[in-house]
């Protein structure tokens, strides 16, 4: 087979196939701090890491009112979680109700 004739069969047939490959995924970074949820509001895509950071000296958590996670962050301390289903979800803490957000995760 010449150079390059593999690769060149791979990435035929991923197209003939209708594969979508994604370029790379992004982190994106929440904070918790002060009770509040930074930014509130966030868009993402499937593939796409959300870090959410406790800066705060209590514990919190990041629950989807859909039930899709439900993510527990101690003081100090970082938890990701990977975006695998499209939708807007709502979450909030569990702890303090009042701190809310919307992550929007797109295709």
Same mark, same amino acid.
């Given at each position: @087979?010449?150079?390059?004739? =593999?690769? *060149? #069969? $791979?990435?035929?047939?991923? *197209?003939?196939?209708? #594969?979508? $490959? ?16 930074? /930014?509130?509001? &966030? ?13 705060? $000296? ?13 993510? @527990? ?5 970082? &938890? ?8 807007? #979800?709502? =979450? =909030? ?5 009042? @701190? ?6 797109? /295709?």
């Amino acid at each position: @087979m010449k150079p390059g004739g =593999y690769f *060149s #069969i $791979v990435a035929a047939s991923i *197209s003939a196939l209708g #594969i979508t $490959v994604p370029a790379h995924a992004a982190a994106i970074q929440i904070s918790m701090q002060n009770l509040v949820f930074a /930014p509130a509001e &966030v868009t993402a895509k499937i593939g796409d890491t959300i870090e959410w950071v406790n800066k705060d $000296v209590f514990a919190h958590t990041a629950t989807a009112k859909n039930g899709e996670w439900d993510v @527990m962050l101690p003081p100090k301390k970082t &938890v990701t979680l990977v975006l695998k289903k499209a939708g807007a #979800i709502d =979450y =909030y803490c569990r702890f303090h109700p009042n @701190m809310k957000a919307r992550l929007t995760i797109t /295709p």
